[in-house]
């Protein structure tokens, strides 16, 4: 089972889309059958929890429309790797204690 938390960070205006693999086990029917998150469209979204790639190729296509996605690397901060605004470009670097 894939468990999903959302906060909302107004500082940066984005939502923090946290994942939990229960079990740390998955496969692609569960994580495709799985409802995502909704979450308002006009603001940034960060994603952090440990999954396959293939997860979080599936959670940055669905959430493409935001403004920017970001990923959380433990090492680095919140690596931009997507974004339609001036603000913010891919492979910005945003450190952020959350």
């Known amino acids: 089972m894939i468990l999903f ?3 909302d ?3 940066l205006n984005a939502t923090l889309i946290t ?3 229960d079990g740390g ?3 692609p029917a569960e994580v495709f059958s799985t409802p ?3 979450i308002p469209q006009n603001m940034g979204v960060i994603l952090s929890g440990r999954g ?3 997860l979080y190729a ?3 296509h669905h959430y493409h429309p935001a403004r920017w996605i970001a990923i959380h690397d433990p090492r680095l901060g919140y690596i931009i790797v997507q974004s339609h605004v001036k ?3 891919e492979g910005d670097i945003l450190e952020v204690n959350v």
């Open 87 to 89: 603000e913010h470009h």
């Open 9 to 11: 960070l107004p500082t």
């Open 52 to 54: 396959p790639i293939w």
């Open 58 to 60: 599936r959670l940055v």
């Open 36 to 38: 995502l998150p909704n």
């Open 5 to 7: 938390h959302t906060s």
């Open 25 to 27: 086990i998955t496969d």
């Open 19 to 21: 994942f939990e693999i």
